[in-house]
């Protein structure tokens, strides 16, 4: 498995306003994964963030409204820019590990993220 | 057509029931297959890998069958901490993003 971690937690922000959520892994990682969990939705890909390369964002989502660092192999940065209540949701640092014949998926707690 | 589909539920079972999922997958050609359990207001994690061959783990067993491109989940003895969202999850073949299905919420009740 995968210990991640991330920060913060949770945050109440206003509109207009920019929040950065870190992921933290507890080992080197080639590619870590972002999500966005709506209330009552299931996961949906943001991006995905290799060290030393842009993002790989998925449809629907931009790199100027969801910038991502990747400095190190452990570490990444997902900043959702200029909020909008649409924006609340569960923001969830992702990445893979190799397990038995298969690459298995291992997530961080999640940042709860409510805009007013 | 969604990639991944799964039952809608939710499923309210008493105590001791056998309760099953089941998922659908639109791309013929994905390779992983897995269900994880979400608790509320936590993250998603891993319950087990689908082998094509099913595989059992205590209470839990899972299943695959390409020809329908479906994979289930049977939990027996349901015991009231299997309470949880169960989301099955598929990786196409090549590809290295995981695709989710919505989730099917299930309630064990005393």
Not at chain 1, 55 to 76: C, H, Q
């Amino acid at each position: 498995s995968a210990v991640i971690s991330q920060k913060p937690s949770r945050d109440i922000c206003q509109r207009g306003t920019s929040l950065t959520i870190q992921c933290q892994v507890d080992s080197q990682v080639t590619m870590m994964f972002w999500y966005r969990q709506q209330p009552g939705q299931s996961l949906t890909l943001i991006a995905t963030a290799n060290q030393g390369s842009e993002a790989t964002y998925e449809s629907g989502f931009v790199i100027d409204k969801f910038p991502i660092s990747r400095p190190n192999l452990t570490f990444s940065t997902l900043t959702v820019s200029n909020m909008s209540p649409e924006d609340s949701s569960i923001y969830l640092c992702s990445v893979t590990r190799p397990g038995q014949g298969a690459w298995e998926q291992y997530f961080g707690p999640g940042t709860r993220l409510t805009v007013t | 057509r969604k990639e991944v589909e799964q039952d809608p539920g939710p499923f309210n079972v008493p105590e001791g029931a056998t309760v099953a999922f089941n998922c659908t997958y639109s791309n013929s050609a994905s390779q992983s297959f897995f269900w994880y359990r979400q608790d509320c207001r936590k993250e998603p994690k891993l319950l087990m890998s689908v082998y094509s061959s099913g595989n059992e783990d205590g209470r839990f067993t899972a299943q695959l069958n390409r020809a329908s491109q479906y994979i289930s989940l049977l939990i027996r003895d349901s015991k009231l901490s299997d309470s949880a969202t169960y989301l099955c999850a598929v990786v196409p073949t090549g590809g290295f993003k995981t695709i989710f299905g919505a989730g099917t919420r299930l309630f064990v009740k005393a």
